[in-house]
């Protein structure tokens, strides 16, 4: 594990790389959930919708059911299921070194019921929907402390998300159905679905896991975290200890945080250059660029990020749309590599003028293989 020093810090913050076939499962699941259209648009997925319904098509139906009716029913699928799976990270992290689906299911299998739900709800989480003692309280059945946590998370999350609902029908179902449940629905998914995509995304996360390893170890954790989400810049919070990084091939573009106890938990999305793309077919990122250019609202929102930083609450209300419409803008800008986004209450995001320039080269070196700019020098969209 390596060890940076941050500046006005007491305790050093250690980040470890990692492959995770235990995380890529997850992460399936919330990707191949998205299918049912009722979070983002799964045409945001690099993998494309087509190939995402040929794997989700190899869950069995009684599967799907099954996960639904763990988490409350028809429509729990994706993000909703996916938030609340993302609160077991605490058992990868215990799954070490290899971080493999077996151990993070033994793990799961055999520790108490009680705290696998609580870990579920969130009790191990910073950013709690209720204090810690009324979290468990509720876990351990008092319906007021159950009141109180789901009330907590309606503030937190919105009157109508379906993730209250969520919390609200595990916390009925109750500690021994929720984790035999859970167990028993991971480990036919990772039979019917997982084990038969984990040969094409494995080798590919290896690749990118080696990469990012390196980079981790000549360059600053800041740069590192910045570089591998592809425009996140890390804002260190005073109870951050540990910083968690894997790979995901199935959920690229898209990069996942979450957190468990003291420790912050990225999951980015392989590099192209991991990939291994046909020179033959336009480069993920060519393509994103172009489409994140192709649209009048995020070209309004980068002409607004020219004069200045901007936070999504003042994109919201720029666009005089829903913060989820506004967010999602943002993140296909970001993704793109045109803005960096800083973590926080209210997100911030930055214009990255470095890469603007580069995009008119990028396309020029897919149409001409081996072109140079004036200075001689073959360029790329990645940053440096």
Request: with cysteine; charged share 25%; proline share 5%.
């Amino acid at each position: 594990m390596r060890v940076v020093n941050l500046s006005q810090r007491a305790t050093p913050i250690g980040l470890e790389v990692v492959q995770s076939s235990a995380a890529e499962l997850l992460m399936s699941i919330l990707a191949l959930g998205d299918l049912l259209g009722l979070t983002k648009d799964v045409n945001t997925y690099d993998m494309g919708k087509e190939r995402l319904e040929e794997l989700r098509n190899k869950a069995s139906d009684d599967l799907l059911e099954e996960i639904e009716a763990l988490f409350g029913g028809p429509g729990t699928l994706g993000e909703t299921c996916g938030k609340l799976l993302a609160n077991l990270f605490g058992y990868i992290l215990d799954s070490g070194p290899e971080y493999d689906v077996d151990t993070f299911l033994g793990k799961l299998e055999t520790s108490e019921p009680t705290e696998v739900l609580l870990a579920l709800v969130g009790y191990h989480g910073q950013h709690r929907a209720a204090p810690a003692e009324v979290i468990r309280d509720a876990v351990e059945g008092d319906p007021d402390a159950q009141t109180t946590l789901v009330e907590g998370a309606r503030v937190k999350w919105g009157e109508n998300d379906g993730l209250v609902l969520a919390l609200e029908h595990v916390l009925k179902l109750g500690p021994e159905p929720v984790q035999r449940g859970l167990v028993t629905a991971l480990r036919r998914w990772d039979e019917e679905v997982f084990g038969l995509y984990e040969g094409e995304a494995l080798p590919i996360m290896e690749r990118d896991y080696r990469a990012k390893l390196k980079m981790s170890r000549e360059l600053s954790l800041e740069r590192t975290i910045e570089l591998a989400t592809n425009g996140i810049q890390f804002a260190a919070e005073p109870w951050v200890r540990r910083i968690f990084m894997a790979p995901t091939y199935i959920l690229r573009p898209w990069v996942l945080l979450t957190e468990h106890r003291d420790v912050m938990i990225y999951i980015f999305p392989v590099s192209d250059d991991s990939l291994g793309v046909d020179e033959s077919v336009p480069p993920p990122q060519l393509v994103k660029l172009y489409k994140a250019l192709g649209d009048a609202n995020r070209l309004r929102l980068l002409k607004r990020l020219a004069a200045g930083s901007m936070t999504l609450r003042e994109a919201t209300d720029l666009l005089g749309s829903a913060k989820s419409t506004a967010y999602h803008h943002l993140a296909i800008l970001r993704q793109a590599g045109l803005v960096w986004v800083r973590e926080g209450e209210d997100k911030t995001y930055t214009l990255r003028d470095d890469l603007i320039p580069q995009a008119s080269e990028l396309l020029q070196s897919f149409l001409h293989p081996g072109f140079t700019t004036t200075s001689g020098n073959v360029r790329s969209i990645a940053p440096s």
